[in-house]
């Protein structure tokens, strides 16, 4: 089957859809992960342009409770760092863990005073963000795919990140090149939804 039947077929299994579909549904059938990447990332521009994108997630009084720590090179360490602190775990080991991809991006929930919108909800923006930047770096040919971890929440975490509280983490998105191996492969197969559990009606 080649890469646009099998992303057909995807899609015919959804529901009826035109033969030309919308970019979006296109991008989002196709959308992968990628947990091994080339030493390339996205220039610090590129990823400016994908995320002043996100001004358009749906967000309950615009309030924008989330923020991105873009670590390239050396900055990457925190994050090792961080883990290994709060895991009492081997410094070095979770060192090269988080310097595995060229660039990290931790997704940082940032809470707002609001007496309308909880925290519940400014979460649920911060992780729509997440999820639309990992759409978009595969729309524009990166690989990502999103990591947490048992001390995502820790303090020694947050403290290596210069994240303070009420701000806490949601993971982090580990980004670069696809290696041309993966890139030539055909798009992941997906089990079908049960819509019959995923679409109900009253
Ligand atoms: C909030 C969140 C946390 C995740 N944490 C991890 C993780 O720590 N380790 C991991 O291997 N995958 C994690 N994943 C799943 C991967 O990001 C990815 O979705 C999974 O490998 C399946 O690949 P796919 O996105 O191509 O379907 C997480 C996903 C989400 C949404």
Same mark, same amino acid.
């Given at each position: 089957?080649?890469?646009?039947?099998?992303?057909? /077929?995807?899609? @015919?299994?959804?529901?009826?859809?035109?033969?030309?579909?919308?970019?979006?549904?296109?991008?989002?059938?196709?959308?992968? /992960?990628? /947990?091994?990447?080339?030493?390339?990332?996205?220039?610090?521009?590129?990823?400016?342009?994908?995320?002043?994108?996100?001004?358009?997630? @749906?967000?309950?009084?615009?309030?924008?409770?989330?923020?991105?720590?873009?670590?390239?090179?050396?900055?990457? @360490?925190?994050?090792?760092?961080?883990?290994?602190?709060?895991?009492?775990?081997?410094?070095?080991?979770?060192?090269?863990?988080?310097?595995?991809?060229?660039?990290?991006?931790?997704?940082?929930?940032?809470?707002?005073?609001?007496?309308?919108?909880?925290?519940?909800?400014?979460? @649920?923006?911060?992780?729509?963000?997440?999820?639309?930047?990992?759409?978009?770096?595969?729309?524009?040919?990166?690989?990502?795919?999103?990591?947490?971890?048992?001390?995502?929440?820790?303090?020694?975490?947050?403290?290596?990140?210069?994240?303070?509280?009420?701000?806490?983490?949601?993971?982090?998105?580990?980004?670069?090149?696809?290696?041309?191996?993966?890139?030539?492969?055909?798009?992941?197969?997906?089990?079908?939804?049960?819509?019959?559990?995923?679409?109900?009606?009253?």
């Amino acid at each position: 089957m080649s890469d646009d039947e099998c992303i057909q /077929s995807a899609g @015919a299994r959804i529901g009826r859809l035109p033969a030309e579909r919308p970019p979006a549904l296109e991008a989002l059938l196709r959308r992968r /992960s990628h /947990s091994k990447h080339t030493d390339d990332a996205p220039s610090r521009a590129e990823l400016e342009q994908l995320v002043a994108a996100m001004a358009s997630v @749906a967000d309950h009084s615009r309030l924008r409770p989330w923020r991105i720590i873009e670590l390239r090179g050396a900055a990457r @360490a925190r994050l090792g760092e961080g883990i290994a602190a709060a895991s009492g775990g081997d410094r070095d080991k979770q060192v090269a863990k988080a310097m595995r991809s060229p660039l990290v991006l931790v997704i940082v929930v940032s809470p707002r005073k609001s007496g309308k919108v909880p925290l519940w909800e400014q979460e @649920a923006v911060a992780s729509g963000v997440a999820h639309f930047l990992g759409l978009l770096l595969h729309e524009a040919g990166w690989g990502s795919i999103w990591k947490t971890g048992a001390h995502t929440r820790s303090k020694a975490l947050r403290k290596a990140l210069g994240v303070r509280k009420p701000e806490y983490l949601l993971g982090w998105l580990y980004v670069g090149g696809i290696p041309d191996r993966d890139r030539d492969r055909r798009p992941k197969p997906r089990k079908p939804l049960d819509l019959s559990r995923h679409l109900t009606e009253l």
